[in-house]
């Protein structure tokens, strides 16, 4: 019986697992931060809702992952303060970002955030980190489709020139 047999939570992570759940994990608690501090300046109650969902989800992300991190004798890298509440109309105008600006970020990040997911578990030789990622990924898809269906119903999305001529068969 190999090293990599049988319960793939006795088996040791390799160092591409270990270096893109450490980084994940890094990203993912600057994006908690970042993600309150974007709460404070919507006023969009939908945006908001779904900018709580995001939180929801990345919390969670970060306990399964430093979970999996300290499990494996790996230190955890630092998390920033969390951001304290503030007042929308306390930001000045100009020092706020609009609605449209934070939805088109956060879009972006869970963009970004599948393709990172998918990184991981197509280097991944143990199951439970592959699951784990794999889990991650179908989250943020859901997440990511609730984001397209209200920037296109609030009128935010600004899509890529449309192609709207097909060619004619010969």
């Given at each position: 019986m190999g090293i990599l047999n049988g319960n793939p939570q006795n088996e040791p992570m390799h160092y591409g697992e270990v270096f893109g759940t450490w980084t994940y994990l890094t990203v993912e608690k600057g994006l908690y931060a970042g993600y309150q501090a974007f709460a404070n300046h919507?006023?969009?109650?939908?945006?908001?809702?779904?900018?709580?969902?995001?939180?929801?989800?990345?919390?969670?992300?970060?306990?399964?992952?430093?979970?999996?991190?300290?499990?494996?004798?790996?230190?955890?890298?630092?998390?920033?303060?969390?951001?304290?509440?503030?007042?929308?109309?306390?930001?000045?105008?100009?020092?706020?970002?609009?609605?449209?600006?934070?939805?088109?970020?956060?879009?972006?990040?869970?963009?970004?955030?599948?393709?990172?997911?998918?990184?991981?578990?197509?280097?991944?030789?143990?199951e439970d980190v592959a699951l784990m990622f794999g889990q991650f990924h179908t989250a943020k898809a859901l997440l990511g489709a609730k984001f397209l269906k209200l920037n296109k119903e609030k009128g935010?999305?600004?899509?890529?020139?449309?192609?709207?001529q097909v060619p004619e068969n010969n």
């Open positions: 919507t006023g969009d109650d939908d945006l908001k809702k779904l900018i709580e969902e995001a939180l929801q989800g990345l919390k969670q992300e970060i306990s399964q992952t430093e979970e999996l991190l300290k499990a494996n004798g790996v230190g955890l890298p630092p998390s920033p303060p969390d951001r304290p509440t503030a007042d929308l109309e306390s930001i000045p105008v100009g020092a706020r970002f609009t609605d449209p600006e934070i939805s088109a970020a956060i879009s972006k990040d869970i963009a970004a955030g599948l393709v990172t997911c998918s990184q991981i578990i197509g280097q991944c030789i143990r935010w999305l600004i899509p890529p020139p449309l192609h709207l």
